[in-house]
């Protein structure tokens, strides 16, 4: 397993993995497998430009995915928001997730970024789990923050400063 810093030019390899996860786990995101397959291939570019997105390889088959959203204000730009967060099935448990957080991380890090934050389903324990042995502390919850269907499910905002102050335990700042 490798794992890709994707650039404009890797669209193919975005669109597979991010399709195959909106369409293997709809629950698990806000977006739909439709908001994402009517965009031209100038906007999946625009995306990947926008957004620091991650790819795990298995060869050359994506096999999990993980993007970071940084804020744009001045006063929020040591902030980031990980995004599209999938590892197939069959890879779970490989710490395949574990290496995609760490190379997001790096990154956020070099950026400037001293904040990550995410949004994780309530009904959602293993993410939870893993979020948490990563260092992510829960700051908040949105009640019914998202559909599933007619059902509201929860939210779970987490956040994790990656400056050194809120090391995972047994992990220094340098992860």
Do not use: C
């Not at 957004?51 to 804020?71: H, K, S, T």
Request: glycine residues 8%; aromatic residues 6%.
């Amino acid at each position: 397993m490798r794992i890709k810093h994707l650039d404009q030019n890797d669209v193919e390899i975005f669109r597979h993995i991010r399709l195959e996860a909106l369409n293997r786990v709809p629950e698990a995101f806000a977006s739909t497998a439709a908001d994402w397959e009517r965009l031209s291939t100038e906007e999946w570019q625009q995306r990947l430009t926008a957004n620091a997105v991650f790819v795990a390889l298995e060869g050359d088959e994506p096999a999990g995915i993980m993007g970071l959203m940084r804020e744009r204000a001045s006063r929020l730009a040591h902030r980031a928001t990980i995004i599209m967060v999938y590892v197939r099935d069959e890879a779970r448990g490989s710490g395949m997730a574990r290496e995609l957080l760490a190379h997001l991380t790096d990154h956020a890090r070099r950026s400037g970024i001293r904040l990550l934050e995410l949004v994780v389903r309530a009904d959602n324990p293993a993410a939870i789990r893993f979020y948490t042995r990563e260092g992510f502390r829960e700051i908040g919850r949105v009640p019914g923050g998202m559909f599933d269907g007619e059902k509201e499910v929860d939210e779970i905002l987490m956040a994790r400063h990656i400056d050194g102050r809120d090391a995972p335990q047994g992990q220094g700042a340098s992860r």
